[in-house]
T-cell receptor, first 110, second 115 residues
Framework: DSGVTQTPKHLITATGQRVTLRCSPRSGDLSVYWYQQSLDQGLQFLIQYYNGEERAKGNILERFSAQQFPDLHSELNLSSLELGDSALYFCASSGTMSYTFGSGTRLTVV | QKEVEQDPGPLSVPEGAIVSLNCTYSNSAFQYFMWYRQYSRKGPELLMY????GNKEDGRFTAQVDKSSKYISLFIRDSQPSDSATYLC???????????????FGQGTILTVHP
């Protein structure tokens, strides 16, 4: 157990729908990151939050949004889903000298 | 051109072999270098990290960084079947204070160690 908790582990949904992925960081970590992993693109950075504030944005689509709550858990919202959004979505958290990933949410859009 | 290039393999070696995994990068701003291991359907697990040129050893694993050549390597000695996984190099440019920035990953090398 890495200490980073992601739910749900699997999600199957239809095109056009909206889903929410949840992440609880390791105890004491203030930063949360979201990554997308697909076969053709590898692991791609989406967005980072630090103590509730957005800190950095990567290749995140406008249909996707995220937030970090006062208790430091984070949610990634994916809307108007397309077949190409099917991927593994990982959350990571970091503190001093550590960068730890969760087990991921496997999203399948049908 | 991608910022980080990694040979995707696959790499197949016999048990006990020395494995060499490599990445090259183009962004001179990268300061921290990490190697992750990812088993099928699992999250990446941090194996090694370093921020300076030279070698860092941890058990059977040695991470090597050559900033002048923009080249990093991971060596696995006495490889075991349990080492079979995808190995990802990752780099970070904005670390400071109490938080890292985004990681830029290589494509990953699939390694199989057969008995």
């Amino acid at each position: 157990d890495s200490g980073v908790t992601q739910t749900p582990k699997h999600l199957i949904t239809a095109t056009g729908q909206r889903v929410t992925l949840r992440c609880s960081p390791r105890s004491g970590d203030l930063s949360v990151y979201w990554y997308q992993q697909s076969l053709d693109q590898g692991l791609q950075f989406l967005i980072q939050y630090y103590n509730g504030e957005e800190r950095a944005k990567g290749n995140i689509l406008e249909r996707f949004s995220a937030q970090q709550f006062p208790d430091l858990h984070s949610e990634l919202n994916l809307s108007s889903l397309e077949l190409g959004d099917s991927a593994l979505y990982f959350c990571a958290s970091s503190g001093t000298m550590s960068y730890t990933f969760g087990s991921g949410t496997r999203l399948t859009v049908v | 051109q991608k910022e980080v290039e990694q040979d995707p393999g696959p790499l197949s070696v016999p048990e006990g072999a020395i494995v060499s995994l490599n990445c090259t990068y183009s962004n001179s701003a990268f300061q921290y270098f990490m190697w992750y291991r990812q088993y099928s359907r699992k999250g990446p697990e941090l194996l090694m990290y370093t921020y300076s040129s030279g070698n860092k050893e941890d058990g059977r694993f040695t991470a090597q960084v050559d900033k002048s050549s923009k080249y990093i390597s991971l060596f696995i000695r006495d490889s075991q079947p349990s080492d079979s996984a995808t190995y990802l190099c990752a780099m970070e440019a904005n670390a400071g204070g109490t938080s890292y920035g985004k990681l830029t990953f290589g494509q990953g090398t699939i390694l199989t160690v057969h008995p």
